[in-house]
């Protein structure tokens, strides 16, 4: 049975909305996420309430974190996002939905390890590393400027862990290296036995890679399939640009993909 991963939506229900249809049109019917369903964008409640609905199970990124706890070691941006969320949540005039909304961010999980149905291959899903679940980010240009942090994160890895956060996808390997989908065959990673991967799902509410374009994956058994997936990005980038307590930054920066 394959999976549809997310991860990174931040209060975008525009961009969510349409990776949820693109996946039940491609008849997938089992959802997880990687975290940071909120943050930065102007759709906190509706994304939450999609995510508690339609996704299996759930992890703590760390703007989740930061809107439930304290936004620490944010820039200006995003702490300020986080407290605008935090007055939307709070601002829900029905005590019921408010209550459940705070007990859904508090069960978020940090880690999970599980064999998908269908799978041989165990996976660890964690937001941002295996050594630091919630807030440490794997780059790309880590291959290159620094072996050592993915020598270490790759000494923690047993086979194949899923992860977002830095909302640039592709593939990470222990030689070490890194390739992104479009150097992969039809955008898809194959498992092969004893292989060692960390794999970035991407984002669907931000996209860091230069493309627009909201970004998923589907597992199934053997493989892993990149998927992009357009949206209105205007409507949400008009959103942001109408909240003033919203960096406009983070409307413009949808349209560059960065």
Request: charged share 30%; aromatic share 8%; glycine share 6%.
């Amino acid at each position: 049975m394959p999976t549809a991963i997310i991860s990174d939506i931040h209060s975008n229900a525009e961009a969510l909305r349409t990776v949820l249809a693109d996946i039940d049109a491609r008849g997938v019917d089992r959802i997880i996420c990687l975290g940071d369903i909120i943050g930065y964008g102007p759709d906190p409640l509706e994304c939450l309430d999609l995510v508690e609905e339609r996704c299996e199970w759930a992890l703590m990124g760390n703007h989740d974190f930061g809107v439930l706890y304290e936004p620490t070691n944010f820039n200006a941006p995003a702490a300020s996002a986080a407290y605008w969320t935090r007055e939307q949540l709070d601002a829900e005039p029905d005590d019921e939905k408010r209550a459940r909304r705070y007990d859904f961010l508090g069960r978020l999980r940090v880690r999970v390890v599980e064999t998908a149905p269908d799978s041989e291959v165990p996976m660890l899903f964690v937001h941002g590393s295996p050594r630091r679940p919630i807030n440490e980010y794997i780059f790309p240009d880590d291959v290159i400027g620094d072996p050592d942090k993915l020598g270490s994160i790759f000494r923690r890895v047993e086979t194949m862990v899923a992860v977002g956060h830095t909302h640039q996808p592709g593939i990470f390997t222990d030689e070490p290296d890194f390739y992104p989908p479009v150097e992969l065959t039809d955008e898809t990673f194959l498992f092969e036995n004893g292989e060692k991967a960390i794999i970035n799902v991407g984002s669907v509410g931000q996209p860091r890679d230069g493309d627009p374009r909201a970004s998923y994956v589907i597992m199934h058994p053997d493989r892993i399939e990149f998927i992009r997936v357009e949206y209105d990005l205007a409507k949400t980038a008009n959103e942001i640009l109408a909240i003033p307590q919203l960096s406009d930054r983070l409307g413009e920066r949808l349209y560059e993909g960065r």
